[in-house]
C-alpha cells in the first residue's frame, strides 16, 4: 500500500465523515422523528452555533493555545445585547454591535495578557471563564432579560429568521464555515498560524511574529463569542445569564474530536465542521432515541476520550500506518 | 522581504575564483562581546570570502556561538563592526541579517513538522499575491528548483517534513539559505546527529553551495568534515581569535593542538606570523 493511500484512508477526515454517516443511520434506523426536517434543521442550528465559535477557536488551538472563557464570553456578550435593547432603549443594530465590540476586546485582553505577560492561556481562561460568568450574573441579578415582541428590528430576522426552511443562523456558519476554511488553507495568516502552533522556536528564527498572530486569534475568538451572543439574543429574545454555560465543553470537543491537536500546529475547518456536526447530532439523536438527558454528557464526553486516546495511534507516522504499509510489502515482493 | 529569485544568478556568481583577492563578503572588525562581567568575545575580525567554505573550531565556551549569533542578529557587539560589502551594518534582529543575506541553519533546523517541504522552504518569506494569498504554485515550483540546484533526493515537495529523514531535513533547511538569497550561510554542527552516509550527503551540499559562490561559515568539532570540505580554518579560545589558517597548510594534529591550547606557546608564535 503506497504512502497516499494510507494517509487517505487514515485522514481525518476521511474516518470521521464515516463516523457521521454511521451516526446518521443509527439515529435514522432507530428513531420515527430523527428524520423529520425539523429535528434535521435543530441538528444544524446547534451545530451553526458550535461552529460560529468552533472555527476561530480552531485557529487558536492550532496556534497552541486554549480559550477557556468562550461559553462565559458568549453569555455576558448574549446579556449585553438584551441590556442595551430593553434597559437602554438602543436600536437592536447598535446593542448588537456593542456586543461584538465588547466580546472582541474580551479576547484581546486575553491575548495580550497570555503574550505580553505570558499568562498561560489555559489558567488565565479559566479566570476569565469564572470572571465573565459572574458579570453576566452581576449585572441581571442573576434574571433573564426579555426582548418583548413589541420591539421591533430588522436585526431579529436576520438573527432568527428563516431563508425558506433553513434557520439563518446556519447561513452565518456556512460562510463563518467557508472563510475560515479559506483562511487557513490559501492564505499567508494561515501559513504562518500552522507555523507558530508547530514549532514556535522556528517560527521565531524565520521572522514570523507568534506573538502578533496569537494576538490576533485570541481577538477573533472574542469577536466570534460577541456575534454569537448577539445572534442568540436576536433569535431567542431573551439574555439569559447562564447562555452558552457548559457551552465550552461542546465548543472544545467538536474542535478535538474534529482532529486539532491541543499541542498545536494541527487542524482544519472541515474537521471542526465534522466534529460541530457530531456532537450536536448525539446531543439531539441520543435524546430522540430515548436516552436520558444525562447521559448525553456521558456519551460526547466518552467521545472526547476515544479520539484523544486513538490519535497517536492513528496518526500519519504512527503505529497502525506502519503495520498498513508492512501489509503492502508482504503482498508485494520487491 | 528580501525574496530573491535563485534562476538568475547573481552578480557574485559561480564563476567567482576561489581566491584572497576577492572582496570579502563579510568582514567583522575588532568585534567584542560583553554579557555583564563576562567577555565571551574579544576583539575577533574575521573576514568571510564569496565561494569558500571557512570551518570555525573551538572548545565549548571559546565563543564560536556567540560569534555566530551576533552574526545571525540576535544581538549587536558590544564594540566593533560587521561589516557587508564593505559597508558598516547594523541587524535590529534576525530578521534584518536575513533580509541582508546572512542565512543561518540553526542546530535545531527550525522545521515545522506537519508542513510540507514546500511551506518550510518558504517559511517567513512566503511569496504572496495582493499581499495576503499565498502562491502556493510559486512555492510549489520554485521549491522543486531549489532542490535541483542542490541535486538533492527529497520526496515530493508536498510531503510533509515530519517524514524525512535527518540527512533530508538537513537539505530542507540548507536549501531554505538558497531561496532567501544568502550570501553568507552559517551552519552551526550540522552534521552532528547524523550518520555516515548522511553526513557525506550534508557535506556535498556544503560544496555545493561554495561552488555557487556562496560564503560558508561551518562549525563542526568534527575533524574528518572540517578537513574534508573546509578551505580555511580560524580557530577561537576563550573569546579570542587564536588561528586563521588555510587548511592545506596544517595538520590535523596542529588544529587539534590549537583547539585544545595545549601546546601555548609554539601556537603563539604561529599566530603572530599569520598576523
Known amino acids: ?334 | 522581504m528580501a525574496y530573491h529569485d535563485f534562476r538568475e544568478p547573481d552578480a557574485t556568481g559561480a564563476d567567482m575564483p576561489m581566491s584572497t583577492d576577492a572582496q570579502p563578503i563579510v568582514s567583522v572588525r575588532n568585534a567584542s562581546r560583553h554579557f555583564g562581567r563576562v567577555t565571551a568575545l574579544s576583539d575577533v575580525s574575521m573576514d568571510l570570502y564569496p565561494g569558500q567554505v571557512t570551518a570555525l573550531l573551538g572548545d565549548n565556551g571559546a565563543g564560536k556561538s556567540t560569534f555566530i549569533t551576533m552574526l545571525s542578529g540576535v544581538f549587536p557587539p558590544s564594540s566593533g563592526e560587521i561589516q557587508m560589502d564593505g559597508k558598516p551594518v547594523h541587524f535590529a534582529s534576525p530578521h534584518d541579517a536575513r533580509a541582508a543575506g546572512i542565512a543561518t541553519v540553526f542546530q535545531g533546523l527550525a522545521l515545522i513538522e506537519d508542513r510540507s517541504i514546500a511551506d518550510n522552504l518558504f517559511l517567513g518569506c512566503e511569496p504572496v499575491r495582493f499581499g495576503f494569498l499565498l502562491d502556493r504554485k510559486r512555492m510549489v515550483r520554485e521549491a522543486k528548483g531549489v532542490l535541483e540546484q542542490l541535486k538533492v533526493n527529497l520526496p515530493p515537495v508536498t510531503t510533509s517534513v515530519r517524514f524525512l529523514s535527518g540527512g533530508q531535513r538537513q537539505a530542507v533547511a540548507v536549501a531554505r539559505t538558497i531561496v532567501t538569497g544568502s550570501k553568507l550561510v552559517i551552519m552551526d554542527e550540522p552534521t552532528a546527529a547524523l550518520g555516515v552516509r548522511e553526513t557525506g550527503k550534508v557535506l556535498d551540499l556544503i560544496r555545493r553551495l561554495r561552488d555557487q559562490g556562496t560564503s560558508v561559515l561551518l562549525i563542526s568539532h568534527n575533524m574528518d568534515d572540517v578537513f574534508s570540505v573546509a578551505d580555511r580554518a580560524v580557530v577561537l579560545r576563550l573569546g579570542r581569535k587564536v588561528a586563521d589558517v588555510a587548511i592545506r597548510d596544517v595538520t590535523r594534529e596542529q588544529i587539534v593542538g590549537l583547539v585544545m591550547g595545549g601546546e601555548r606557546a609554539p601556537e603563539r608564535d604561529k599566530q603572530e606570523a599569520a598576523a
Open chain 1, 1 to 334: 500500500m503506497n504512502h497516499a493511500l494510507v494517509s487517505f484512508a487514515l485522514n481525518r477526515q476521511t474516518t470521521m465523515f464515516f463516523v457521521v454517516v454511521a451516526l446518521f443511520i443509527g439515529f435514522a434506523a432507530n428513531s420515527p422523528h430523527f428524520l423529520d426536517s425539523q429535528t434535521q434543521f435543530e441538528i444544524l442550528r446547534i451545530t451553526a452555533f458550535t461552529l460560529i465559535i468552533g472555527l476561530p477557536l480552531t485557529y487558536l488551538v492550532i496556534a497552541g493555545e486554549v480559550d477557556l472563557s468562550i461559553g462565559s464570553n458568549y453569555g455576558l456578550c448574549s446579556v449585553v445585547t438584551a441590556l442595551a435593547i430593553v434597559d437602554w432603549g438602543w436600536n437592536p443594530w447598535l446593542a448588537a454591535l456593542l456586543a461584538v465590540g465588547l466580546g472582541t476586546l474580551i479576547g484581546l485582553f486575553n491575548g495580550m495578557l497570555t503574550v505580553k505577560l505570558k499568562v498561560p492561556s489555559f489558567i488565565l481562561t479559566i479566570g476569565m471563564l469564572s470572571l465573565l460568568r459572574g458579570l453576566a450574573l452581576v449585572i441581571t441579578m442573576g434574571l433573564s432579560i426579555d426582548v418583548s415582541a413589541e420591539y421591533v428590528s430588522s436585526f431579529f430576522g436576520v438573527a432568527g429568521g428563516k431563508i425558506g426552511p433553513v434557520p439563518a443562523q446556519v447561513i452565518w456558519a456556512l460562510a463563518a464555515f467557508v472563510i475560515s476554511g479559506f483562511v487557513l488553507r490559501y492564505t499567508l495568516f494561515g501559513a504562518r498560524l500552522y507555523a507558530t502552533g508547530g514549532n514556535v522556536r522556528a517560527a521565531l528564527q524565520m521572522g514570523v511574529n507568534p506573538g502578533r498572530i496569537k494576538i490576533w486569534t485570541f481577538t477573533l475568538v472574542g469577536f466570534s463569542c460577541g456575534l454569537a451572543g448577539a445572534l442568540t439574543t436576536g433569535w431567542l429574545r431573551i439574555g439569559s445569564p447562564n447562555t452558552g454555560a457548559g457551552g465550552e465543553l461542546a465548543i472544545i470537543a467538536a474542535v478535538i474530536i474534529g482532529g486539532a491537536a491541543l499541542s498545536g500546529g494541527i487542524g482544519t475547518a472541515t474537521g471542526t465542521l465534522l466534529g460541530a456536526i457530531i456532537v450536536s447530532m448525539l446531543q439531539t439523536g441520543l435524546i430522540l432515541v430515548g436516552v436520558q438527558g444525562n447521559w448525553v454528557q456521558v456519551y460526547v464526553g466518552l467521545l472526547i476520550v476515544m479520539a484523544a486516546a486513538l490519535e497517536p495511534y492513528l496518526r500519519p507516522d504512527g503505529p497502525f500506518a506502519e503495520w498498513l504499509m508492512g501489509l503492502g510489502r508482504r503482498t508485494d515482493p520487491g
